[in-house]
């Protein structure tokens, strides 16, 4: 019951703000931060007594019966309400439990209007996004998608910038596109295979010839890419990230992007394990082009949040390069680059939103010489560039370094390309970096600036503490996740040797030098 419980507390939590009056404020916020808080407890709870040896299994699986679909399968197709926590699973379920108390507490800042709607669309995705890491079904995993998604349209829309229409209008038509394919895909499932549960699914998709499972990667893919986005489907992000709120982008960057990479490791990859190895050389390269390009796209950028988020582009192609490597170290870096992107991004964001709030302008033009004003800023920024350049010691170079020590057992190629885009990412935040707080501050506006506060220190010292401990200690969070990543490279790896044997590809190698 744990799992039901950690999944729908937010749930019940936003029922309960919807049942208080409009001008409590104060009192919806509190509901919400003590909501998200119970489920961070909860979340950490799980995690640290995951894979422990001798512990209870129970509280990481839920099952129960759903609805059965009507006759005219491929069998009596019962639906379940499933829910599973693996080491694939883990560490997203963790990291959303985590930073959506510190999302809540951002909003203290910059969310001043219609406060109680906002708190319960918040919550609402909270369940959504829960779910949607939880669920082995997958026609569950489908009503959590869209129901993680539904909120991200209204917090863009009511709460977003000046042209957060037309970035809320572009969001919702990739999405719909990505949705529609997922759903075609997993209704010719059930035609075909006449069951929804993944466990069964991973077991007689994976015994499928090669083209059948193809059909299915390419819907699931394309419904992924967009979501992470891989390119060319980016287009919306950078929209999306430039209107969202602060809490908005926070939550988009550190949760809802890894949906799509979350999606193609546990659907594309572990079920359809022949499709993967056909399409690994096109996932590569779409992924080492990505750094690259959203490398020199974030470098064009004039506005703060839109370097950032065209940041993310870059930062997720190493996910996509390193999972389509197809080697243990490639599979190991990607998971933990996802949680890497999180924190580094989240935090990138959390801190272009305070110094949005005192000098409501987010254009590098306008800054210069803000360290001497605002130090303790200055430090945290400093800092966090670090961690997402890929600082040795901090969470940044682990995930990078096993995503290329991975990818170039497979295509030193693809490789050698992302590892230019490690060049890239580190000259534009650094350029960012003098232009914004090094120099004279000559410009009036910014010499009356007020540094952040203690509040905004304190939401901030768990991803800076988070950072720190997955850069000296990365063990700690691997060695729970690796056992289940080694069962999806061994399906691989089964895959690879029966289509080298007949004649296809040869093999990727399966040594690695991973630690």
């Given at each position: 019951?744990e799992l039901?419980?950690?999944t729908?507390?937010?749930?019940?939590g936003?029922?309960v703000v919807l049942?208080t009056?409009?001008?409590?404020?104060?009192?919806?916020r509190?509901?919400?931060?003590?909501?998200?808080?119970?489920?961070?407890v909860?979340?950490?709870?799980l995690?640290?007594?995951?894979?422990?040896?001798g512990?209870d299994?129970t509280?990481?699986?839920?099952s129960?019966?759903?609805?059965?679909?009507p006759?005219?399968?491929?069998?009596?197709t019962?639906?379940?309400f499933?829910?599973?926590?693996d080491?694939?699973s883990l560490l997203m379920?963790?990291?959303t439990?985590v930073?959506?108390?510190i999302?809540?507490?951002?909003?203290w800042?910059?969310?001043?209007?219609?406060v109680k709607?906002f708190?319960v669309?918040?919550?609402?995705?909270?369940?959504g996004m829960?779910?949607?890491?939880l669920?082995?079904d997958?026609?569950?995993f489908?009503f959590?998608?869209?129901?993680?998604?539904i909120?991200?349209y209204?917090?863009?829309?009511?709460?977003?910038?000046e042209?957060r229409?037309?970035?809320t209008?572009?969001?919702?038509?990739?999405?719909?596109a990505?949705?529609?394919l997922m759903?075609?895909?997993?209704?010719?499932?059930?035609?075909?295979?006449g069951?929804?549960?993944l466990?069964?699914?991973?077991?007689?998709?994976?015994?499928?010839?090669?083209?059948q499972?193809l059909?299915y990667f390419v819907?699931?893919?394309?419904?992924?890419g967009i979501?992470?986005?891989?390119?060319?489907f980016h287009?919306?992000?950078p929209?999306?990230h430039?209107?969202?709120?602060?809490?908005g982008?926070?939550?988009l960057?550190g949760?809802?992007?890894k949906?799509?990479?979350?999606g193609l490791?546990?659907?594309?990859?572990?079920m359809?394990p022949d499709?993967?190895?056909a399409?690994?050389?096109w996932?590569m390269a779409?992924?080492?082009i990505g750094?690259?390009?959203?490398?020199?796209l974030?470098?064009?950028?004039?506005?703060?949040?839109r370097?950032?988020a065209?940041s993310?582009v870059?930062?997720?192609?190493y996910?996509v390069l390193g999972?389509?490597?197809?080697t243990?170290?490639?599979l190991s870096?990607?998971?933990?680059?996802?949680?890497n992107?999180?924190i580094?991004?989240?935090l990138?964001f959390l801190?272009?939103?305070?110094?949005?709030?005192?000098?409501h302008s987010?254009?590098?033009d306008a800054?210069?010489?803000?360290?001497?004003?605002m130090?303790?800023f200055?430090l945290f920024?400093v800092?966090?560039?670090l961690?997402?350049?890929?600082?040795?010691?901090?969470?940044?170079f682990?995930?990078?370094?096993?995503?290329?020590l991975?990818?170039?057992q497979s295509?030193?190629l693809?490789?050698v390309i992302?590892?230019?885009g490690v060049i890239?990412?580190a000259v534009y935040?650094l350029?960012?970096?003098?232009?914004?707080?090094?120099?004279?501050c000559?410009n009036p506006?910014?010499?009356?600036?007020?540094?952040i506060n203690?509040r905004e220190?304190?939401l901030m010292i768990?991803?800076?503490?988070l950072a720190v401990?997955?850069?000296?200690?990365?063990?700690?969070?691997?060695g729970k996740?690796?056992p289940?990543l080694?069962?999806v490279?061994?399906?691989?790896?089964?895959?690879?040797?029966?289509t080298?044997?007949?004649?296809?590809?040869?093999p990727?190698s399966?040594?690695?030098?991973a630690r």
């Amino acid at each position: 019951m744990e799992l039901v419980l950690l999944t729908f507390l937010p749930l019940l939590g936003a029922l309960v703000v919807l049942c208080t009056p409009r001008a409590a404020e104060g009192l919806q916020r509190g509901i919400a931060l003590a909501t998200t808080l119970a489920v961070a407890v909860l979340g950490v709870k799980l995690f640290l007594g995951y894979g422990v040896p001798g512990a209870d299994a129970t509280p990481y699986s839920f099952s129960v019966p759903w609805f059965k679909l009507p006759s005219g399968y491929a069998a009596p197709t019962q639906v379940h309400f499933s829910l599973a926590m693996d080491g694939i699973s883990l560490l997203m379920v963790t990291l959303t439990a985590v930073l959506m108390p510190i999302v809540i507490l951002s909003t203290w800042g910059h969310v001043e209007k219609r406060v109680k709607e906002f708190m319960v669309w918040m919550l609402v995705m909270q369940t959504g996004m829960l779910g949607t890491f939880l669920a082995v079904d997958l026609v569950l995993f489908y009503f959590f998608w869209e129901v993680s998604l539904i909120p991200l349209y209204f917090l863009v829309g009511i709460w977003g910038g000046e042209q957060r229409l037309y970035a809320t209008v572009k969001f919702f038509l990739y999405t719909l596109a990505g949705s529609l394919l997922m759903m075609i895909a997993i209704i010719a499932i059930l035609f075909d295979r006449g069951t929804s549960d993944l466990g069964e699914l991973i077991t007689q998709l994976g015994s499928q010839p090669l083209e059948q499972q193809l059909w299915y990667f390419v819907a699931f893919a394309l419904a992924f890419g967009i979501k992470v986005p891989i390119l060319p489907f980016h287009t919306w992000l950078p929209d999306a990230h430039t209107q969202a709120p602060t809490s908005g982008s926070v939550v988009l960057a550190g949760v809802l992007l890894k949906m799509g990479t979350y999606g193609l490791l546990r659907f594309c990859i572990q079920m359809l394990p022949d499709a993967a190895v056909a399409a690994a050389p096109w996932m590569m390269a779409l992924g080492a082009i990505g750094i690259l390009y959203g490398a020199l796209l974030a470098w064009a950028q004039t506005d703060l949040k839109r370097l950032i988020a065209c940041s993310s582009v870059s930062h997720l192609g190493y996910v996509v390069l390193g999972l389509f490597a197809l080697t243990p170290a490639g599979l190991s870096g990607g998971m933990l680059q996802m949680v890497n992107h999180g924190i580094s991004t989240g935090l990138l964001f959390l801190l272009v939103g305070m110094i949005y709030e005192r000098r409501h302008s987010r254009a590098l033009d306008a800054f210069g010489g803000v360290a001497t004003v605002m130090p303790v800023f200055a430090l945290f920024w400093v800092f966090t560039v670090l961690s997402s350049a890929g600082l040795p010691g901090l969470n940044g170079f682990v995930g990078e370094y096993l995503i290329l020590l991975g990818s170039f057992q497979s295509s030193p190629l693809w490789s050698v390309i992302g590892l230019t885009g490690v060049i890239f990412g580190a000259v534009y935040l650094l350029m960012a970096t003098r232009k914004m707080l090094f120099g004279a501050c000559t410009n009036p506006e910014n010499q009356h600036l007020t540094d952040i506060n203690a509040r905004e220190i304190g939401l901030m010292i768990p991803l800076v503490v988070l950072a720190v401990w997955l850069g000296v200690r990365p063990n700690d969070f691997m060695g729970k996740v690796e056992p289940d990543l080694a069962k999806v490279h061994r399906r691989v790896a089964e895959a690879q040797q029966s289509t080298a044997a007949l004649g296809d590809v040869t093999p990727v190698s399966e040594g690695v030098a991973a630690r």
